[in-house]
Structures are given as structure tokens and as C-alpha cells.
């Protein structure tokens, strides 16, 4: 069974940035797929963003050009850089890995963004 912790989220004014973390219990990332999920108060679970065992990335629209993914296999570590952040970005985030190793969630982590 393989563990992901998220850790980094917190309160940060608009415009603010945060660095989320996301670990892994073994080296799963080294084969998987890892994702980042949103999901904000009576909304829907949202993707975000991916980055590919081997390195390629894909963001939503709407992080486009302000969030940056990357992942360091050495330390079984994801990392969600987010920068200018906005009210509407406040939400619980979930990290997730999906692929030939299983698919796994994390159990999020709060990111509030006041105005």
C-alpha cells in the first residue's frame, strides 16, 4: 500500500504564493503519473495539473501560467509551486498517483486565499 501525505497548504493573502508537498511512501513516482486535484466548498472535485513519470506536465486553464508542478524521485516528493494566488483558488488539494504502480490519494490539504 503506498502512502501520499500533502503538506504546505495554509492562509495566504491574494496575490500571495504557497509550495504544497506531496510524499510518497515508496517510489512510486518513478512509474506513475502524480496529480493534483482541488476541491472547493459545494463544488466538484477539479484536476489541476499532472507531471508524467518521465517529466511532462499539463495544467488546467484555469492555473495556467501560475502554478508550476515538479517532483523530485530522489525524495519520492511532488511539489506544487503556486503563485498569484486568488480567492478563487481556496480549496482543499489532493494529491494523487495513478498508473501501473495503483492509484492513490492523499488526504489534502487546506489552501485559503483571502481578499
Known amino acids: 500500500q503506498v502512502q501520499l501525505v500533502e503538506s504546505g497548504g495554509g492562509l495566504v493573502q491574494a496575490g500571495g504564493s504557497l509550495r504544497l508537498s506531496c510524499a510518497a511512501s515508496t517510489n512510486i513516482f518513478s512509474i506513475n503519473t502524480v496529480h493534483w486535484y482541488r476541491q472547493a466548498p459545494g463544488k466538484q472535485r477539479e484536476w489541476v495539473v499532472y507531471i508524467t513519470s518521465a517529466g511532462k506536465t499539463s495544467y488546467s486553464n484555469s492555473v495556467k501560467g501560475r502554478f508550476t508542478i515538479s517532483k523530485d524521485d530522489a525524495k519520492n516528493t511532488a511539489y506544487l509551486q503556486m503563485n498569484s494566488l486568488q480567492p478563487e483558488d481556496t480549496a482543499v488539494y489532493y494529491c494523487?498517483?495513478?498508473?501501473?504502480?495503483?492509484?492513490?490519494w492523499g488526504q489534502g490539504t487546506q489552501v485559503t486565499v483571502s481578499s
Open positions: 494523487a498517483t495513478m498508473g501501473r504502480g495503483g492509484d492513490y
